[in-house]
């Protein structure tokens, strides 16, 4: 089975509003990556945060992790209509090993 | 423009048929890798190289094989052992293995 796993599954809000993802992982990491994918293309790299780091930025996005809780969100805040994408974590302790979720589904109506 | 070269876009396989994915990168990383992704799943991992002439199983790795003769270039062969190839195929490479990924932008297999 899958290390990572998001939730929720789907998410629809309204353009300017925030969006929250969350992601679950079973064992221990060195790191914990997450990537945007928009329909029928291949997959963006966003942010990567060590198992050492609880929280990191870029721009718009805001990740936390909870290494205890085996948990970590992706926040995307003043959304936009182009943030609608597919987006998943991926866990593992190296390239080789990484495991991605299913992926949340994030429609931005504008 | 530095990154990375799937081809082609869509491919038609038909019964018993070997058919090749080309991925090219000119990011000058050492390790390549497949994925498979299904419809609304995440990513499996199909096999992964980190050097040249050196290649590993990933975890779904029976019905394909890969060479890698050359550092930029990856392709992967989906063979008629593959019962079931219809995926959207994803071709990624790092700088080293504890890094980010880059990825192209897919190739749509689809059986004929």
Known sequence: SQQGEEDPQALSIQEGEN????????????????YRQ????????????????REKHSGRLRVTLDTSKKSSSLLITASRAADT??????????????????GTQLTVLP | DGGITQSPKYLFRKEGQNVTLSCEQ???????????????QGLRLIYYSQIVN????????????????KKESFPLTVTSAQKNPTAFYLCASSIGADEKLFFGSGTQLSVL
């Open chain 1, 38 to 53: 928009n329909s029928g293309r291949g997959l963006v790299h966003l942010i990567l945060i060590r198992s050492n780091e």
């Open chain 1, 85 to 102: 994408a597919s987006y998943f974590c991926a866990t593992g302790g190296s390239a080789r090993q990484l495991t991605f979720g299913s």
């Open chain 2, 26 to 40: 000119n990011l000058n990383h050492d390790a390549m890798y497949w994925y498979r992704q299904d419809p609304g």
């Open chain 1, 19 to 34: 969006a929250t993802m969350n992601c679950s992982y079973k064992t221990s990491i060195n790191n914990l990556q997450w």
């Open chain 2, 54 to 69: 050196d290649f590993q199983k990933g975890d779904i790795a029976e019905g394909y094989s890969v060479s890698r003769e």
